[in-house]
């Protein structure tokens, strides 16, 4: 499975992304996806996943009411809306695929293959 996510960028507090991540390759239909990100210093950390077969969701409590993640089967791809950005939301985000989709887990070790990221800088 290859990862390719895109749609990071500079944005003002208070503004919106809208970063994508698409799937290839052998992926199956049970599949859990989901967004990770790192800030310099710290510790990858979860933001969102959403299950392919139900769409159930899971997020973070630093994202709930900001950000929604979505995703359109046909393409194989997942967005996330992140709205009312803030400074502290600065960080790479990464895309991570779980092929057994058994859970909409917030454990990185879930996860079987992960994207190279996308930068996402909120200025203040």
């Known amino acids: 499975v290859q990862l390719q996510a895109s749609g990071g960028g500079l944005v003002q507090t208070g503004g919106s992304l809208r970063p994508s991540c698409a799937a290839s390759g052998r992926t199956g239909t049970s599949y859990t996806m989901g967004w990770f990100r790192q800030a310099p210093g710290k510790e990858r950390e979860f933001v969102a996943a959403i299950s392919r077969r139900s769409g159930n969701t899971n997020y973070a409590d630093s994202v709930k009411g900001r950000f929604t993640i979505s995703r359109d089967n046909a393409k194989s791809t997942v967005y996330l809306q992140m709205n009312s950005l803030k400074p502290e939301d600065t960080a790479v985000y990464y895309c991570?695929?779980?092929?057994?989709?058994?859970?909409?887990?917030?454990?990185?070790?879930?996860?079987?293959?992960w994207g190279r990221g996308t930068q996402v800088t909120v200025s203040s």
């Open positions: 991570a695929f779980d092929t057994s989709g058994q859970y909409v887990s917030r454990d990185q070790y879930t996860y079987d293959y």
